[in-house]
C-alpha cells in the first residue's frame, strides 16, 4: 500500500455520523496548517513539522483544507458512463419539442440508433405517443429515457429490439426495468467499456469522491472483475445486486461488505436493491393519498408480503438491503417490512414521508439514502402533484434531528455524479432565483458535509488515507444561498484512494 507526507494541511472540522474508528485518538485542533503521515494507506500521524520516513513521498498542501474522501451512496454507474454518449432531453418543455431536438441530433449523424436522456414528461401538457415518434424516426431505433429512468419513450423499431409488444404508450416502471439490459442489443456497447468506467471514475476523483455505491440494473458477479482486469480500478465500488440477479451473488456466498472475488481489496459486496414503488414523475410513486387532480395514488411494485419475503432472505444471506420508497405509503410499508424481519438497510429517497416515519427510521436504525439535487427537479411537480403535503417533501431536517444516519447521493444520471451540488442543495434547497423551498428542512453546511463521508469525521489518526485535498474551505460563512454557490464552485487539489493518488491538479 503506498504511503506519503501530506505537509501543511488545513484539517475540515467534520463530524462523524458513526463511530468510524473505534477508539481511535480524537483529530487535532482544525485551522492549524499540519502535517498528515499516511504510512500503508493509513493516517498513522498527524501534527507539525513531521519526519518523513525515508523512501516516502511527500507533497505539499500549501494550507489547502483536507477532508475524507466522498462518497456517492447511489449510483447508476453504467447508465451515468453513457449519458456523455447520448442525446440530452433536460429541459424540454413538450413533446414537439423533445422530438425537434430528436430531429436535429438525427441531421447530425443520419445513422445508428439514437438513445436519449432526461426528459421529464409529467410536466408536457400532453403526454408522447409511439405513432409520432415513429413519423420522424423511420427505421432508426430510437429510445428515450426520461430523466428519472422511471419510462422510456420508445419508437416501434426500437421495440422490436427490445423485444416488447408494440403499444401507443412509454415502456414504464417493473416493464422497463426488465426491458433495460436489453438496450446494448439496440444501442451497441454506447460508451460502456472499461475505458469509458476509468474517465467516469476519474471525473468523480476530480471532485473528491473516493467511493460509490453502484446500484446499475444488470449486474452480474463477473461484471466488476472483468472492468477491474481491463484497468478500470480507481475508487472503492459497493456493487449492488437486485431481484433478478441476487441468486448468483448468494450462489457465491457474497456477504455485504466481502471482496468481490476477482477484484481488488477496492471493490465489495453492496445492498440487494429492491425497488417497491415507483417515481414522482411517472405519478407511480405510492402514497397514503390521492395526487391532486389524479384520483390516484401510485401503487406499490410488489406485494407486502413479498417484500418482507426478499428482506427476511437477505437478512439470511447477511446482505444489507437499499429499498427504494418515495411516496409515503411506500416508506410505511418498507418501515413495516424492516420491523418485521430484522433486516438491516436503508430507504432509498425518502421523497415524501410522515414524521412519525422518520422516527420510527431512528428507532429501527434504517439509514436514510437521500438525493438532495432532486429537490431542485421535483419542486414544481410536487407543488403540482402533492400541493397539500411539500412540506413532507425530502424532509431532511426531521431525518437528522431525530437521529437517523443521513447519507447522501446523486442517483446519477438522474441528477450529475457531484458531491458538492447535492450538499449545496441539502443547504440552501433552491438553485435559482427563487426562495429555498421549504428552507425549515434545510441542512447546515457542517451537517451536508457529514452526510457525504461514509461516516468518517475529521481526518484522524487511525483513518484510511481516503482523503480529498480542497482549494477552499468547504464550511463558507455568509447566507444559505452564499453558503450554496461557494460549495458548487468547489475545486479539489487532490484525491487518494487507500494513499494512492487518484486525481492530482496542484
Known amino acids: 500500500m503506498p504511503s506519503f507526507l501530506l505537509r501543511e494541511a488545513r484539517l475540515v472540522p467534520v463530524r462523524a455520523n458513526t463511530a468510524s474508528v473505534p477508539g481511535a485518538p480524537e483529530a487535532p485542533p482544525t485551522g492549524v496548517p499540519l502535517d498528515v503521515l499516511v504510512i500503508d494507506g493509513r493516517v498513522v500521524e498527524i501534527g507539525e513539522h513531521l519526519q518523513a520516513p525515508r523512501g516516502v513521498a511527500e507533497h505539499r498542501a500549501d494550507g489547502r483544507w483536507l477532508m475524507p474522501g466522498l462518497w456517492d451512496q447511489h449510483v447508476h454507474l453504467g447508465q451515468w458512463t453513457m449519458v456523455s454518449q447520448r442525446l440530452d432531453l433536460t429541459g424540454t418543455r413538450s413533446v414537439e419539442d423533445a422530438l425537434d431536438r430528436l430531429t436535429r441530433r438525427m441531421a447530425e449523424a443520419p445513422a445508428g440508433p439514437v438513445i436519449g436522456w432526461g426528459h421529464r414528461s409529467a410536466s408536457w401538457s400532453r403526454q408522447p405517443t409511439v405513432r409520432e415518434l415513429d413519423a420522424v424516426t423511420g427505421d432508426r431505433p430510437v429510445v428515450l429515457i426520461s430523466g428519472d429512468g422511471h419510462h422510456a419513450w420508445v419508437n416501434s423499431v426500437g421495440l422490436r429490439g427490445l423485444r416488447l409488444p408494440a403499444r401507443d404508450g412509454v415502456v414504464a416502471e ?65 456493487v449492488g445486486a437486485y431481484i433478478d440477479t441476487v441468486a448468483e451473488f448468494v450462489a457465491a456466498g457474497m456477504h455485504t461488505g466481502e471482496l468481490l472475488p476477482g477484484c481488488g481489496p477496492l471493490v465489495t459486496m453492496g445492498p440487494l436493491k429492491i425497488i417497491s414503488d415507483g417515481s414522482l414523475n411517472t405519478r407511480t410513486a405510492w402514497c397514503c393519498s390521492p395526487y391532486a387532480g389524479e384520483g390516484g395514488t401510485g401503487a406499490p411494485n410488489l406485494s407486502g408480503e413479498s417484500l418482507r419475503s426478499l428482506l427476511a432472505h437477505a437478512r439470511s444471506h447477511d446482505l444489507d438491503v437499499a429499498v427504494h420508497a418515495i411516496g409515503d405509503a411506500a416508506v410505511r410499508e418498507a418501515l413495516g417490512a424492516y420491523e418485521e ?123 484510511p488515507a481516503d482523503l480529498a485535498l480542497l482549494d477552499a474551505d468547504p464550511l463558507p460563512g455568509g447566507s444559505s444561498s452564499e453558503q450554496a454557490k461557494a460549495l458548487r464552485a468547489m475545486t479539489v487539489a487532490a484525491t487518494w484512494v487507500g494513499g494512492r493518488l487518484a486525481h492530482l491538479d496542484l
Open 341 to 463: 424481519t430484522g433486516a438491516v438497510g436503508s430507504i432509498e429517497h425518502a421523497q415524501l414521508m410522515s414524521r412519525e416515519d422518520s422516527r420510527t427510521m431512528a428507532r429501527l436504525g434504517i439509514r436514510a439514502s437521500v438525493q438532495p439535487a432532486h429537490l431542485l427537479d421535483d419542486r414544481d411537480l410536487s407543488e403540482s402533484f402533492w400541493p397539500d403535503r411539500t412540506d413532507r417533501c425530502f424532509a431532511l431536517r426531521w431525518l437528522h434531528d431525530d437521529g437517523v444516519d443521513v447519507v447522501f447521493g446523486s442517483d446519477a444520471p438522474v441528477s450529475p455524479l457531484d458531491p458538492w451540488d447535492a450538499m449545496a442543495a441539502a443547504v440552501h434547497r433552491s438553485a435559482d432565483d427563487r426562495e429555498p423551498w421549504h428552507p425549515e428542512q434545510a441542512l447546515s453546511v457542517h451537517e451536508a458535509l457529514a452526510a457525504s463521508t461514509d461516516g468518517l469525521g475529521t481526518v484522524a489518526v487511525g483513518h
Open 174 to 238: 417493473g416493464e422497463w426495468f426488465q426491458a433495460y439490459p436489453r438496450l446494448s442489443d439496440v444501442a451497441g456497447s454506447d460508451g460502456t467499456g472499461p475505458d469509458a468506467y476509468l474517465r467516469t471514475l476519474r471525473e468523480a476523483a476530480a471532485k473528491g469522491i473516493t467511493g460509490l455505491v453502484d446500484l446499475e440494473f444488470d449486474q452480474s458477479l463477473s461484471a466488476w472483475p472483468e472492468r477491474e482486469a481491463a484497468g478500470a480500478e480507481l475508487l472503492r465500488i459497493r
